[in-house]
């Protein structure tokens, strides 16, 4: 009788401890689950003009005609901007946005004239364009932060 007693008692803490056991690993797996699926990025837009020719422009001048951000769903736009360089300065930007955008066109003074439009994304360039020729050209990209 005390045989039968203790075997009924092994197998009930053996169940106890299949249980627990369960239920430790339930638990650890729904840990994985409560990370953040979206991460905060350093986001940096640039436009250059590589004027080309012989002689480059000594002046102030305008010859970015307009260059459109947007990130997410909010855009900016800003008319003939000055200097041969433009940058957006470097901003957070939460992947939840998911698309950045940025587009460029230029008044561009000679033939072998270049303008540029970069995404840089945590230091590293992400998307670029180049276009290449005179007078009024534009250059367009886009990135998304969703995998498809």
């Known amino acids: 009788m005390k045989q039968f007693y203790k075997s009924k008692n092994l197998l009930r803490l053996s169940f106890l401890f299949a249980v627990l056991f369960s239920v430790i690993v339930v638990v650890n797996s729904c840990k994985d689950d409560d990370d953040d699926e979206y991460v905060d990025h350093v986001v940096q837009f640039e436009a250059k003009i590589v004027p080309g020719g012989s002689t480059p422009p000594t002046a102030p001048i305008h010859i970015f005609k307009t260059i459109v951000t947007q990130v997410g769903t909010n855009q900016q736009t ?45 230091g590293e360039v992400a998307e670029t364009a180049t276009v290449t020729g005179n007078g009024i050209k534009s250059a367009a990209v886009a990135h998304s932060f969703l995998e498809l």
């Open 78 to 122: 800003q008319f003939d901007t000055e200097g041969l360089t433009w940058t957006s300065g470097e901003f957070f930007v939460n992947s939840s946005q998911s698309q950045l955008n940025l587009a460029a066109n230029a008044d561009l003074p000679n033939p072998d004239s270049k303008l540029t439009v970069t995404i840089w994304i945590d």
